[in-house]
Every structure is written in C-alpha cells, then in structure tokens.
Nanobody, 123 residues
Framework: QVQLVESGGGLVQPGGSLRLSCAASGSIFSINAMGWYRQTPGKQRELVATITSGGSTTYADSVKGRFTISRENAKNTVYLQMNSLKPEDTAGYYC?????????????????WGQGTQVTVSS
C-alpha cells in the first residue's frame, strides 16, 4: 500500500558528506514519525535518527552533531544530511515511516520500510 524509495547513497571519503532522501507514496492519509536506520552484515539494525510530523528529532549518540534529519510533509519525504562521515558510518541505510491510513470507515496505522541504500565511507 505504501512504497518508500531511498536515494543518495554511494562511496565517499572520510570527512565527506552525503544526503539521503526517502519518498513515500501510495495510499497515505498522513505520516507520523519517519526515520533512518542502518545495518551492517551480522549486526542488528540500529536507529540513526527520527523526526515526528511536528519536527521533533532524535539522534543516535554516534551521529549527533554530524547528521541532520529533516522532512517535507507536503512531499512525504524525509532527508538525512550526513557530514563528517567516518568509516564506521559504512552501512546499509533504511528509511522507515509510521503511516496512518483511512479505510473509509476507520483509521489504522502501519509501519513501512524502504529497500535500503548503501553508504560506504572509505579512502
């Protein structure tokens, strides 16, 4: 019912920057929180940053001061600006959205994930 499409990943040198984007489309009444998570092989997916519909944000300690999450509600899009990248930021980055649907009779929510975009930080 909802598709999340990420873009913006790639290879960057340490100290460089990347901007990830994630656009949601489909049968959407409203989107509540959106977020970015990352995962490396053999490890659990971990939270990077989240943002509510009102703009309140949370960050993992490891990215505070370097990453900035933002969103454009009118476009159902969330962004992750990543600066001062480190090799340990290398991971698959996944977009997440908490979506409210309206069936015509009642409201319900569901969580969706994007397919992921790879970020590699290496010289």
């Amino acid at each position: 019912q909802v598709q999340l499409v990420e873009s913006g990943g790639g290879l960057v040198q340490p100290g460089g920057s990347l901007r990830l984007s994630c656009a949601a489309s489909g049968s959407i009444f409203s989107i509540n929180a959106m977020g970015w998570y990352r995962q490396t092989p053999g490890k659990q997916r971990e939270l990077v940053a989240t943002i509510t519909s009102g703009g309140s944000t949370t960050y993992a300690d490891s990215v505070k001061g370097r990453f900035t999450i933002s969103r454009e509600n009118a476009k159902n899009t969330v962004y992750l600006q990543m600066n001062s990248l480190k090799p340990e930021d290398t991971a698959g980055y996944y977009c997440n959205a908490d979506v409210t649907h309206y069936s015509g009779a009642y409201y319900y929510t569901a969580v969706y994930w994007g397919q992921g975009t790879q970020v590699t930080v290496s010289s």
